[in-house]
């Protein structure tokens, strides 16, 4: 903690029972004259306990919404710094503040999750220090008792449950000079631990975009309805012109469900605002101290005729630099990129979130860990997620236990560790240090990193597995049922073993980092016992998995657990297991973001592609096709007959599926860090699927990384690539006829080559075609097996278990000796058929 300036400031709010019960929810404005004389400069320092909007002389200071933005309170506090020379006036000046609830003491956490209000304060406090320098000396001006309070025209607010503001009760003046503040009450200095307070390390949270409103519709039961054509989150600017008194409701949703709003999957939370106006001309209003998630908002009472113009969506989130950019052949695929651009944009709002709508929004560790990789790539996250690890870091060292949530906002729920979640702790600066190459992102949280895994290896049992307690698994499988997300395939804590090897051998890699050299033998050794115990108890020699879903072969494989021929052997299971679910989509939270990756590393690159190029449901791009503009937080969060999922946890802006981006950086477009910070890059774009064309762009912190490949009907391969200065790249050429792999400096590099004749044929079916060959082909498995059917009635036809994969269409023949008339000459005419449609 560090008290970085020497603070004369002390909180401040209200008097208690200052005001009538009617009006406690009110939020408070606070103002206080004083004069100053043209100093070089002015420099106003501002916080508070809840939101807070700072005035001087009537204008609004800064452009930062829902500031302070939100960290662990209670050992961290950021403070905005504005430069005001410019607001100040030689004489006479007033600085104001209109502080909301906001996280700090606003509604937080689900139904049951325990008390929901208050949680890190009760009481709307205020902090504002300005600083004025004279030539010769310097003054403040500070919170403290001069300052007086009323309550001002919001009349609550909640970032569940929306604003309520009556422009009616606006006082005019009221942050300039000579307003007339009799009436105003006093306030109190209150407790609050300066040493909290912070300079933020992290972006403030700004209006970044405006959407216009796509349509407006009427529902089937009368109700007006916009619709911003983009699941965005933020608020709607009103602009309304009506008699004072009369009320405008918003409404906000997602979704519609049978033409109306579909507000179940928020659950408690009402996401709605209320504007009364004040009357006697053109009024514009937009909430300041709520965000909701939505596309669709509902309008009530709007007085006169409503037409499009008159609302506007406000896209908020933290103010970071886009860094990665990604565009393929096929639109589906850059539709599926951009909803999960969009799903980061509305989860990145002052912390990393789960979803932005319901009554949770809150800093959930597993999400961000499975979508670290991909957020990094996306946007520069380093102040958001440093800031945010920091938190984890200090949450972590007073409870003794990495909380499912950072800001923890449940102070008496029962301490729970969990794979996946918890050991964000190590893997999330891991994937930093991926990103960034700054190897003070490991020194930083190196002491986080070690008490996690300390505390995991005291969970073990005593050959090495953790193998009790509770544990979230592949979460949100999409077999499990929609009330139990948790129930999915994979055993949970086959889950938390593979975690646990992965975690310990990135602690061993990181202390040798850092020079721990101890550490890192211990870690080293700590890393061969897990995975023997890994091992023991989950594999067969062959490779097999006893727990065979397709997340544990995906984290077995990418977590470097197996031996080569076990891996081998478990890519050809995944791979099966991937056929057999017809490419349809079987893994939760924990798996998808290591499938495409599990099937890429073991020769299974065409299984990738059919699994995300899938449109049936559930698959990557079954919501595109169901008109999705955000990443949804279960495959079916909306199912194919437009029905909103019955369970609780079907939000529809979660980015921990959209994982998958990751992937499609590095594999289909090709742009990789081969060394940690880009420092060496890889370029090695796997084509496959229908894609002819796909480029990647990544700001990477030596400028800009790119690379683009085009595969043209005659066969021509044309690949692009920029490095940038202070970098050198590898490039494995896609397609090339000679398998080139090259070494590249810095600029732009240029191939234009044929590839080999071929490339995208395949060789003609015959009798020695295996099963597992045939599967491939959706078209001629299905004639195949219904040509088989109609001779043998009822007996099914396997053709990607691993038994069946490598079996001959002569091997079958030569299996049925009594074979019916006709049969294999029925088998040819299938064969021949494919053949001359499509070689
Ligand atoms: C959140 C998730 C989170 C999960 C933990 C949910 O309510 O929305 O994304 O990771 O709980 O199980």
């Not at 996306?378 to 499912?404: C, F, H, N, T």
């Not at 990418?558 to 890519?571: K, P, S, V, W």
């Amino acid at each position: 903690m560090t008290a970085s300036l020497p603070w004369t400031a002390r909180f401040i709010a209200p008097l208690p029972h200052s005001d009538t019960t009617d009006r406690s929810e009110r939020a408070p404005l606070f103002r206080r004259d004083f004069t100053a004389s043209s100093p070089r400069r002015a420099v106003l320092h501002v916080t508070a306990l809840g939101f807070v909007e700072a005035y001087l002389n009537g204008h609004r200071v800064g452009d930062e919404v829902l500031a302070p933005g939100w960290t662990s309170y209670r050992h961290r506090l950021n403070y905005s710094t504005y430069d005001v020379t410019d607001l100040l006036k030689d004489g006479a000046n007033t600085l104001g503040a209109m502080v909301g609830e906001g996280w700090a003491r606003g509604r937080l956490g689900w139904e049951g999750a325990g008390p929901t209000k208050n949680i890190f304060a009760d009481r709307p406090g205020l902090f504002m220090q300005l600083e004025l320098d004279y030539a010769d000396h310097a003054e403040t001006v500070v919170t403290d008792t001069d300052f007086r309070t009323a309550p001002g025209p919001v009349l609550s607010d909640s970032i569940y449950d929306g604003e309520q503001y009556d422009a009616r009760l606006e006082l005019p003046g009221w942050s300039t000079p000579g307003f007339n503040a009799t009436g105003w009450a006093g306030v109190e200095v209150i407790d609050w631990d300066l040493e909290t307070l912070e300079a933020p390390t992290k972006e403030p949270v700004r209006r970044i975009e405006e959407i216009a409103v796509q349509r407006l519709i009427t529902s089937p039961s009368g109700k007006t309805v916009a619709d911003f054509g983009q699941n965005l989150v933020g608020w709607v600017r009103v602009n309304v012109e009506g008699d004072a008194g009369t009320t405008v409701t918003l409404r906000h949703a997602e979704v519609l469900e049978d033409g109306e709003l579909g507000t179940r999957p928020l659950r408690t939370a009402k996401a709605t605002d209320n504007y009364t106006l004040r009357g006697g001309g053109a009024e514009t209003w937009e909430p300041r101290f709520t965000f909701h998630g939505f596309r669709y908002v509902e309008i009530k009472g709007y007085p006169g005729q409503l037409t499009a113009d008159r609302l506007t969506a406000v896209v908020i989130h933290t103010d970071m630099t886009r860094t990665g950019w990604f565009e393929s052949s096929n639109p589906l695929l850059n539709q599926l990129h951009r909803n999960t651009l969009w799903s980061m944009k509305g989860n990145f709002v002052s912390l990393p979130t789960d979803c932005p709508q319901r009554d949770e929004r809150l800093g959930w560790t597993g999400d961000i860990n499975v979508f670290g990789p991909t957020a990094a790539y996306l946007y520069d996250v380093r102040g958001i997620l440093g800031s945010w690890l920091r938190d984890l870091a200090l949450e972590q060292s007073e409870k003794g236990y990495v909380p499912m949530v950072v800001p923890d906002f449940q102070t008496h729920a029962a301490p729970m560790t969990t794979a996946v979640w918890s050991d964000a702790a190590v893997l999330l600066p891991w994937t930093l240090y991926q990103a960034y190459g700054d190897e003070r992102i490991l020194a930083d949280a190196y002491n986080s990193m070690k008490d996690f895994t300390a505390q995991v290896e005291g969970l073990l049992n005593p050959v090495g597995l953790w193998d009790t307690g509770f544990q979230f698994g592949d979460w949100l499988d999409p077999d499990a049922p929609p009330e139990n997300p948790g129930k999915g395939k994979t055993e949970p804590h086959l889950v938390a073993a593979a975690y646990c090897c992965r975690v310990t051998q990135v602690m061993a890699q990181t202390a040798g980092i850092l020079g721990h050299q101890e550490d890192q033998t211990r870690y080293l050794k700590l890393a061969a016992r897990v995975k023997q115990a890994f091992l023991d108890e989950y594999v067969a020699p062959s490779g097999r998995l006893v727990n065979g879903s397709a997340t544990a072969y995906a984290l077995a494989i990418t977590f470097d657990i197996l031996t080569h021929a076990q891996e081998a052997r478990a890519g050809e299971a995944l791979a099966a297991l991937v056929a057999e679910a017809k490419y349809t989509i079987s893994t939760g939270f924990v798996g998808t973001p290591v499938l495409c990756d599990a099937l890429t590393r073991t020769g299974h690159l065409e299984d990738a592609y059919r699994l995300l190029l899938q449109t049936e449901c559930p698959s990557f791009l079954y919501p595109v096709t169901m008109d999705a503009t955000t990443i949804w937080e279960r495959w079916d969060s909306m199912r194919p007959d437009g029905t909103v999922n019955p369970g609780g946890m079907t939000s529809f802006n979660h980015y921990a599926l959209g994982a998958v981006a990751d992937w499609l950086h590095r594999t289909v477009a090709g742009l990789a860090p081969a060394e940690p910070g880009y420092k060496r890059i890889r370029f090695a774009p796997k084509p496959g699927g229908d894609l002819t064309s796909a480029a990647a762009r990544h700001l990477t912190p030596y400028g800009e990384a790119a690379i683009s490949w085009r595969i043209g009907d005659d066969g021509t391969v044309v690949v692009d690539v920029t490095v940038p200065e202070g970098t050198n790249a590898e490039v494995i050429l896609p397609l090339h006829p000679e398998d080139l792999v090259t070494e590249v400096g810095p600029g732009t590099h240029h191939w234009n080559y044929q590839a080999p004749e071929c490339f995208n044929e395949r060789p003609a079916y015959s009798l020695d075609t295996t099963f597992g060959v045939l599967a491939q082909d959706p078209e001629i498995w299905q004639t195949f097996t219904e040509t088989f059917a109609s001779y043998f009635p009822g007996i099914p036809l396997e053709g990607n278990s691993p038994e069946a994969k490598n079996l001959t269409i002569k091997d079958m023949l030569g299996m049925i000796p009594m074979r019916p008339e006709g049969f294999a000459e029925a088998i040819e005419k299938v064969l021949t058929a494919a053949n001359e449609v499509t070689t």
